[in-house]
């Protein structure tokens, strides 16, 4: 279908079912719109729904009362094009696309491109490697799945270019699989239970010889992989396109971990991966925005008392810092995985997420 019908389409629809429903969000008050919100806005490649926003909102996850959008459109988002031009009325708070032209086409072959595929939620790039891996596992989660039974010549290491043998890979056809071992335990802070345990990705191997052992080829390695390491088939990743929105209910958590740290050991920032003690059992979905916290600590009244996180006698509690907001992705049923978007300081371990 050629772009420019289907953009009309689809703003069409968009426009008829927006107003079916009876959830549909309150809009923003023109108050709360940025002061150098753009009145037009032409999308371009390589925007997100999060980066667009932001030209709006001070407060992403508004961003669906800015389009007067359902629950239903949250998860099956109006579609935004690289070349739609994005029309705000200021006076209503409310943000839409400009009708396509109508455009003759003459009788030729067109090609889509990414130019004119939809726009992400957030950057794909960056959370694309934790798409189509399993992060976490049960204690016993990978006990049947394929393992890694010999090497050729004996190796104790593999890396890229080594030859293995696998025990398990029978079936499928799947030709590109993934390698693990069980990692770290992921321990609720506020329960201290191990809620599962982190995934290692070790590298990548490609099936050169079906049977049982079948013989495989390391095409990656990003750790040393060695006999008794575990094969997971590799998936297609599905990038999340839901609106970023916040939470309907109070939801607080935790942060158990990070990855793609910067500077300390611990420490993350902007587009840092966090593990989060809170899954769709809490209520969380993808999509959702939250906001990240600092506790106040507990300082001594004394001067030169050392802070605690625990307030004593004569002692006060600083106030809570809000300092950034992440957009989960991924969801298991208790842990999650967010997006760092937004901060002014590094996010720690044990900081709080908590509905904005």
């Not at 726009?119 to 976490?136: A, H, N």
């Not at 050729?152 to 030859?163: H, P």
């Not at 971990?257 to 910067?262: P, Q």
Request: aromatic letters at 6%.
């Amino acid at each position: 279908m050629p772009h420019q019908l289907r953009k009309s389409i689809t703003t069409l629809a968009f426009v008829l079912c927006s107003g079916l429903g009876t959830s549909a969000a309150a809009q923003v008050p023109p108050s709360e719109l940025r002061a150098n919100a753009p009145e037009r806005y032409t999308v371009v490649h390589g925007d997100t729904l999060w980066s667009i926003s932001q030209r709006y909102l001070d407060a992403p996850q508004r961003w669906p009362e800015l389009w007067s959008l359902n629950r239903d459109a949250i998860k099956n988002p109006h579609r935004i094009y690289p070349g739609d031009i994005l029309v705000l009325d200021r006076s209503k708070g409310l943000l839409s696309v400009a009708p396509a032209e109508t455009v003759r086409l003459s009788p030729k072959l067109r090609v889509e491109t990414g130019e004119t595929a939809a726009i992400p939620s957030i950057p794909p790039t960056v959370i694309e490697p934790y798409l189509t891996r399993p992060l976490v596992i049960e204690p016993n989660g990978l006990d049947n799945a394929p393992v890694i039974v010999a090497t050729q010549e004996n190796r104790v290491i593999l890396g890229a270019g080594n030859i293995a043998y696998a025990q398990g890979l029978t079936g499928g056809g799947e030709q590109t699989w993934h390698v693990y071992r069980r990692g770290k335990a992921l321990v609720d802070p506020d329960s201290n239970l191990t809620v599962g345990y982190e995934a290692t990705f070790l590298g990548s191997a490609r099936l050169r010889k079906a049977g049982d052992p079948a013989t495989i080829e390391i095409i990656a390695a990003r750790q040393e992989i060695t006999k008794g390491d575990r094969l997971i088939a590799a998936g297609n990743p599905q990038i999340p396109n839901y609106v970023p929105h916040a939470p309907n209910t109070n939801i607080r958590g935790r942060v158990m971990s990070i990855y793609g740290g910067v500077g300390t050991v611990g420490e993350g920032g902007r587009n840092s991966v966090i593990a989060l003690n809170r899954g769709e059992a809490d209520g969380i979905e993808v999509g959702h925005v939250l906001a990240l916290m600092r506790l106040g600590s507990a300082v001594g009244a004394q001067r030169g008392a050392p802070p605690s996180m625990a307030p004593t006698a004569g002692s006060i509690r600083l106030p809570d810092e809000r300092y950034g907001l992440v957009f989960v992705f991924r969801v298991f049923d208790r842990v999650s995985y967010a997006l760092v978007m937004d901060v002014s300081r590094p996010v720690n371990q044990l900081d709080v997420v908590q509905t904005p």
